[in-house]
C-alpha cells in the first residue's frame, strides 16, 4: 500500500513547530485507517491547528451540484471555524487568513482538468503569497493515473472550471499540480509538498490499497473518476450525466436518444478500451428527472488504452448531429459564469466546440490540439514528483 502525504508529515523535513495551522479538506481527507486528516494533524500538532477551510460541496460533500453553495460552519468533532470557500467567496481573504502562518492542503483530486478543487487551492496558494503565509501540500494518488488527453484551455474560456492552459486530463497529482501553476502563472507562494510513499503514475487507485472516499457527491467510485474526464463534458448539454442514478456520469443518455443511430455513426471512430452498453434509466433528480431516458453505461474493459475524452467527445457529436432538434446546449449560467456557454467554459475552447457541432472527425480534432499537448506535456516534466 501506498504511503500519502498525510501519513508522511510527521516525518518530514518540515517545521511547523509555534506555527498556527489551517487545514483545506473535506469529509474524504482521511488515513489509510479512514481517520480523518483533522485528527491526525490534531494530534501532531494540537491547538495549533486553528481553523478549516472546505471546497465546492461543503466540509462533508453533502452540496449536490454547481453553483449550491456552503455557509461557513462550526466542525462538530475540534469546535473548530469552517470557513467555506465555496460560498460569498471563493478566494480566502484576509480575515480567513489572519488565523494561520500555514495552510495544509489535503484534499482528494480525481484528476480532470474541470473538478474544482484544484482552483480552490489555486486560489488559496494566491491568497497565501498575498498575505505572506506558507503552504503545504500533503500529497494524494492521482486516482486516474499519469495518462495525459484532451486539448489545451483557451484564455477566452477561462472560470472556475478553468483558470490554466492545462488538458483535461492532465495526468498530475495535486502536489505536482501546485508547483507547476505556483511557477509556470506566476503565483509565487511559499510552498512545500510532502510527497507520497510508493505511488507511481502507472497506477490507478485500485492498485493503490488505498480506501476509496467520495470526494464530492456524484464520484462513489474510481470508476467514476475515470469515466469524469469526458463524462463531465454532459454537464454542458441537455442530456443527464448520469445525476439522480446509481452510476453518475457511467450512465449518460435522454429521452431522444436511439441506440442504433447513435451506435452507426459511432462505428466511424476508434473508441479503445471501453464498451457502450444500451440501456434505459430514470435519474430520480437532476435533468430528466423521473423520465425514461435512452442511452448507455460505459464500461472500461482495459484502463490503459481507453481514452475517455475521445470516447465522450465522439458521442456527444453523434447526438448533436443525429439528432439537431432535440439536442441543446445547456444555458448560462454555470459555475458563477453568466454570459458564456457552458459548453465552452467545460471544453476549453469555443473552437473545438463549433467544430463538434460541423462533424468535423475525432481523430482531425485530436491532431490539431496534439502540439499544445506536447508543449504542456514536456512543460509538466520539471515538476514530476514520482
Not at 19 to 25: F, H, I, P, T
Not at 186 to 198: E, K, N, R, S, T
Not at 318 to 324: D, K, S
Request: overall charge negative; charged content about 20%.
Amino acid at each position: 500500500m501506498i504511503s500519502i502525504g498525510l501519513e508522511n508529515l510527521k516525518d518530514a523535513d518540515i517545521s511547523l513547530k509555534g506555527k498556527r495551522l489551517g487545514l483545506l479538506c473535506n469529509q474524504a481527507s482521511t488515513d489509510a485507517s479512514l481517520r480523518h486528516s483533522r485528527d491526525v494533524i490534531f494530534d501532531l500538532y494540537g491547538e495549533q491547528l486553528t481553523c478549516i477551510f472546505s471546497p465546492q460541496h461543503g466540509f462533508f460533500a453533502e452540496k449536490q451540484d454547481n453553483m449550491i453553495e456552503s455557509d461557513h460552519g462550526i466542525d462538530p468533532v475540534t469546535g473548530l471555524p469552517v470557513f467555506s470557500l465555496y460560498g460569498e467567496r471563493r478566494k480566502p481573504d484576509a480575515a480567513m487568513f489572519s488565523h494561520i502562518d500555514v495552510l495544509l492542503i489535503d484534499i482528494v483530486d480525481v484528476g480532470t482538468r474541470v473538478y474544482t478543487f484544484l482552483y480552490t487551492m489555486a486560489y488559496c496558494m494566491e491568497a497565501a503569497a498575498e498575505y505572506g503565509k506558507q503552504v503545504v501540500v500533503l500529497d494524494r494518488p492521482n486516482p486516474i493515473g499519469g495518462m495525459v488527453e484532451g486539448n489545451i484551455l483557451q484564455n477566452d474560456c477561462t472560470s472556475f472550471v478553468g483558470l490554466y492552459p492545462i488538458p483535461m486530463r492532465h495526468g498530475m497529482t495535486f502536489g505536482e499540480l501546485a508547483l507547476l501553476i505556483n511557477s509556470e502563472y506566476g503565483i509565487g507562494a511559499d510552498l512545500q509538498v510532502i510527497p507520497m510513499g510508493g505511488w507511481s503514475p502507472e497506477m490507478l487507485f485500485r492498485d493503490t490499497g488505498f480506501p476509496w472516499v467520495a470526494p464530492s457527491p456524484n464520484m462513489p467510485t474510481p470508476e467514476t473518476a475515470l469515466v469524469y474526464p469526458g463524462q463531465v463534458i454532459w454537464e454542458g448539454t441537455n442530456c443527464s450525466e448520469g445525476r439522480g442514478t446509481t452510476l453518475p456520469f457511467e450512465f449518460v443518455g435522454a429521452p431522444f436518444w436511439d441506440h442504433d443511430v447513435i451506435m452507426k455513426r459511432l462505428a466511424k471512430t476508434e473508441l479503445p478500451g471501453c464498451y457502450l452498453r444500451p440501456l434505459v434509466f430514470q435519474p430520480t433528480s437532476g435533468k430528466w428527472a423521473e423520465s425514461t431516458c435512452t442511452g448507455f453505461q460505459i464500461h472500461v474493459t482495459d484502463a490503459e488504452t481507453f481514452r475517455p475524452y475521445r470516447t465522450t467527445i465522439a458521442l456527444l457529436q453523434a447526438v448533436i448531429l443525429e439528432f439537431p432538434e432535440q439536442y441543446a446546449h445547456k444555458e448560462p449560467p454555470y459555475e458563477y459564469e453568466l454570459e458564456r456557454l457552458p459548453m465552452d467554459l467545460i471544453l476549453g475552447d469555443s473552437a473545438l466546440r463549433k467544430s463538434l457541432e460541423e462533424g468535423v472527425p475525432v481523430s482531425e480534432l485530436e491532431k490539431k490540439w496534439q502540439p499544445e499537448l506536447e508543449l504542456f506535456i514536456q512543460t509538466r516534466k520539471k515538476y514530476l514528483l514520482y
